[in-house]
């Protein structure tokens, strides 16, 4: 255990009366901090998700990753296509909303400071999640789809930082020229940062096939750096 840490797990309202699971690290020393929601990929809440909550602990955030699969995780890409399609766009983003809140209310002083960072399945999110959360300070989407209705990203109010993969067969260059047009159509503040070298998932190091070490370095260095222009101030 990391004696420069605080790790636990949390339960949380959601709207309509159910409850939703997160794991949150946080630092140690009392204080305040920024929070940051850490949306993990299909796979389900791994321990590679909970890691990266650790890493942006370790710096100074509050990280809260919430389990959108209700404790479900899987290796196999065929049961996390199933998990995937059974978690609806608008059911993620009121989790989320509802973590949001639950770190509003649990420290009122993040109430203003609160960003999102997501992977895969989870960098879609993020990016809806600004689309439809104006509080928002920063979203980070890895490697994530664009929302189905691509004007929604006209209502983003925070600096976005994309990063994509150049030999990523999904998210490939047309969507992200697609996205980048947007940005650029709705005056948001958004950045693709494209990786040629990379695929996708490149920053998941629980992956030697798609992990790319140097992108992923550069990616971190790279959101770090928006979260505290944004977060910290």
Not at 40 to 57: C, F, P, S, Y
Not at 95 to 108: T, Y
Request: hydrophobic share 45%; aromatic share 10%; net charge neutral.
């Amino acid at each position: 255990m990391n004696t420069h840490l605080q790790i636990q797990t949390i339960e949380f309202p959601v709207s309509g009366g159910e409850t939703a699971v997160a794991y949150e690290a946080r630092p140690a020393g009392s204080g305040a901090y920024p929070g940051v929601l850490v949306i993990h990929e299909w796979w389900g809440l791994t321990e590679h998700i909970q890691d990266v909550a650790r890493r942006l602990a370790m710096e100074g955030f509050v990280a809260l990753a919430p389990d959108l699969y209700g404790g479900k995780v899987t290796k196999n890409a065929d049961e996390a296509a199933a998990l995937a399609e059974l978690q609806k766009p608008d059911q993620a983003v009121e989790i989320l909303q509802a973590a949001m809140r639950f770190l509003q209310e649990k420290d009122p002083v993040h109430a203003q400071h609160i960003g999102a960072m997501g992977f895969c399945m989870g960098g879609t999110y993020a990016l809806l999640l600004a689309c439809r959360t104006p509080s928002l300070q920063a979203a980070i989407p890895f490697y994530g789809n664009l929302p189905d209705r691509v004007e929604e990203i006209k209502n983003i109010r925070c600096p976005v930082l994309f990063f994509a993969g150049g030999n990523d067969q999904w998210i490939n260059a047309a969507k992200v020229q697609k996205l980048k047009e947007a940005f650029q159509k709705y005056g948001v503040k958004g950045e693709a940062r494209v990786y040629p070298e990379a695929d996708h998932a490149f920053f998941n190091d629980t992956r030697p096939g798609n992990y790319h070490a140097a992108a992923a370095q550069d990616a971190w260095t790279r959101a770090l750096g928006l979260l505290s222009r944004t977060l910290k101030r």
